[in-house]
């Protein structure tokens, strides 16, 4: 798969300095859905930033794209000065992403994009 130029565009307005991530959601034919970015929180101190992932579901709830699109695509990047990094989700964001019927995609450290596995 290659990498929407999109989603780098998304990461890149992260105010989150070392891990600039965005979750970006597609149709199986390729139409951009939702896109979401990670940023920092000021002002909490238990929370330090929102994930891309979970910004990404809200819209994707509100727009109930579940409903309306099959075969829905997550595609979750990281990048840095050398290009896409790992962006495996976290446990959290893993979980949360399993509660919905669509294929999570992600960028490895190799620049590589995987699939996550259901549990």
């Known amino acids: 798969m290659i990498v929407p130029e999109k989603a780098i565009r998304v990461a890149n307005y992260s105010n989150v300095k070392k891990a600039k991530v965005a979750a970006i959601a597609l149709t199986s034919s390729g139409q951009i859905i939702a896109f979401a970015h990670n940023k920092r929180i000021s002002g909490n101190p238990k929370k330090f930033t929102q994930h891309a992932e979970e910004v990404l579901i809200q819209k994707l709830n509100k727009l109930r794209a ?13 990048i840095n000065i050398f290009g896409l990094s790992m962006a495996k989700p976290c446990n959290k964001c893993q979980k949360l992403l399993q509660e919905y019927p669509a294929n999570i995609l992600y960028s490895g450290w190799d620049q590589q994009i995987y699939r996550l596995k259901s549990e």
């Open 66 to 78: 579940f409903d309306r699109f099959k075969n829905i695509i997550i595609l979750v990047i990281r």
